[in-house]
T-cell receptor
Framework: AQSVTQLGSHVSVSEGALVLLRCNYS??????LFWYVQYPNQGLQLLLK??????LVKGINGFEAEFKKSETSFHLTKPSAHMSDAAEYFC??????????????FGQGTILTVHP | KAGVTQTPRYLIKTRGQQVTLSCSPI?????VSWYQQTPGQGLQFLFE???????NKGNFPGRFSGRQFSNSRSEMNVSTLELGDSALYLC??????????????FGPGTRLTVL
């Protein structure tokens, strides 16, 4: 069964520090990969996605992620954290093939806290 | 373009009642997926509709059902509500939908509280 693991349910950084949120997936076939952000009492906002092509993907708000097939990872980074980055972040995958229409599989989420 | 809209945003029901939630996708999007979000179980897939047909269903009891209309708007219904159905229900739409793996754009959700 396909699964997504986000290491660390809570990550705390200082403003201006590097943000690193970890995501590993298990799939026999490289899936499509996504990062979403959720602010309190809101829905999910797409940060970035990887389908095919360049393995380093740039997203909104200065975030980027690198697809590493050998490590089955898709970690999210941002060079310098801002207070407005405080939110919950979800890694998600689409399994390719089969009958997984419209079904994103999500990790458990990582709450990012940014200290002044 | 307007984003995905969901109504109502908040809902309070009592056990045993039924509830209907509505989702209007982004204009031109034909695929609509529904998810349940709870603190304990996280985000779980309920079902997906494309061109008024349910193509995929998650592991939820039959009390959870849905439908899609010809204008791609979708509704989900939960009958005989239980306390455990309290959750944020999220709807997402995607553009092409042919493969069911296109980028999903989410609405703000409906917060359902069952008392």
């Amino acid at each position: 069964a396909q699964s997504v693991t986000q290491l660390g349910s809570h990550v705390s950084v200082s403003e201006g520090a590097l943000v690193l949120l970890r995501c590993n997936y298990s799939s026999s076939v490289p899936p499509y990969l996504f990062w979403y952000v959720q602010y309190p009492n809101q829905g999910l906002q797409l940060l970035l996605k990887y389908t095919t092509g360049a393995t380093l993907v740039k997203g909104i708000n200065g975030f980027e992620a690198e697809f590493k097939k050998s490590e089955t990872s898709f970690h999210l980074t941002k060079p310098s954290a801002h207070m407005s980055d405080a939110a919950e972040y979800f890694c998600a995958v689409f399994k390719l093939g089969g009958t997984s229409y419209g079904k994103l599989t999500f990790g458990q989420g990582t709450i990012l806290t940014v200290h002044p | 373009k307007a984003g995905v809209t969901q109504t109502p945003r908040y809902l309070i029901k009592t056990r045993g009642q039924q509830v209907t939630l509505s989702c209007s996708p982004i204009s031109g999007h034909r695929s609509v997926s529904w998810y349940q979000q709870t603190p304990g179980q996280g985000l779980q897939f309920l079902f997906e509709y494309f061109s008024e047909t349910q193509r995929n269903k998650g592991n939820f009891p039959g009390r959870f059902s849905g439908r899609q209309f010809s204008n791609s708007r979708s509704e989900m219904n939960v009958s005989t509500l239980e306390l455990g159905d309290s959750a944020l229900y999220l709807c997402a739409s995607s553009s092409l939908g042919d493969r069911g793996t296109d980028t999903q754009y989410f609405g703000p959700g409906t917060r359902l509280t069952v008392l």
